[in-house]
């Protein structure tokens, strides 16, 4: 089967991971910035952890025959000192010429703090500046219809945004209505210990309009599947859906998204 894992942080994963999604059919994925499981102590961390998510992942994945491109921004969860996050964020648009740089992603609420949503808007008037999709983040567990509310309320200021080109990450069965109606993109993350299970996200997929709905691992520093979208397939497999049923979902959905990106291609 072939599959788009359009959310994983391979920076944290082994090569042998790598080796594990190809084998499991994934051609293309994407990594969005985020933490990398420390707190860096200065703008040029960014700055190489930026050339390290346009230059040597791609040649990594490369290896395996998996296209990978990326997201970048100053996560939430470092982003609460704005001073800081505006000197991360000024070296970014110098990585938005390379050839793999999707948009703007993954910003967002960690704590739903203040700072943190100044700074989220400040990224959502980077990627309309450069008219680049973008990719959010909601916070964890309790904070995470809180969370998801200030991001949409901010996002409403923003007359000129093109909602189809906005994907509104980790949703649950308490977020996703919110989101779709709305008329954003919303992502769904398997994952093992907190976010939602391969039956919850299937369970969603039946009670919502599927069309703007994609599934992904999010695997990172911490516990979690790599393979959690080959394995959400086999149990929709279970559950009796048809292989273009199974593809809509993680290959045909993701690509319709992607396709927005002017640096997308297959
Ligand atoms: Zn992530």
């Avoid at 490369?62 to 000024?90: T, Y």
């Avoid at 394995?231 to 045909?252: F, G, N, P, S």
């Amino acid at each position: 089967m072939k599959y788009i894992e359009p959310h994983a942080h391979m920076v944290s994963r082994t090569t042998d991971d790598y080796q594990k999604l190809a084998i499991a059919g994934c051609e293309i994925l994407c990594e969005p910035a985020f933490w990398a499981g420390f707190d860096r102590s200065s703008a040029e961390g960014f700055y190489d952890y930026f050339r390290q998510l346009t230059d040597y992942e791609p040649k990594r994945a490369q290896k395996f025959g998996i296209k990978h491109f990326c997201w970048l921004c100053i996560n939430p969860k470092e982003a609460d000192d704005p001073v800081f996050a505006r000197e991360v964020m000024s070296v970014i648009p110098e990585f938005l010429d390379k050839e793999t740089v999707l948009g703007i992603g993954e910003i967002g609420l960690n704590k739903n703090t203040r700072n943190e949503l100044i700074i989220f808007e400040e990224h959502v008037q980077l990627a309309l500046d450069h008219d680049l999709p973008i990719l959010i983040h909601t916070p964890h567990l309790e904070d995470k219809r809180k969370g998801t509310r200030m991001i949409l309320d901010a996002l409403a200021n923003f007359s000129q945004l093109n909602r189809e080109k906005v994907i509104i990450d980790h949703v649950e069965e308490h977020t996703i209505a919110m989101v779709l109606d709305q008329g954003y993109w919303a992502g769904m993350t398997l994952y093992p210990e907190s976010k939602c299970t391969p039956n919850r996200a299937i369970d969603m997929l039946e009670t919502m309009d599927a069309d703007r709905l994609w599934m992904n691992s999010a695997c990172d520093w911490g516990v979690s599947d790599p393979l959690a979208v080959p394995k959400c397939a086999l149990e929709m497999r279970k559950r009796e859906y048809t292989a273009a049923q199974i593809q809509k979902v993680v290959y045909d959905n993701p690509l319709r998204f992607l396709s927005q990106s002017p640096k997308f291609s297959v």
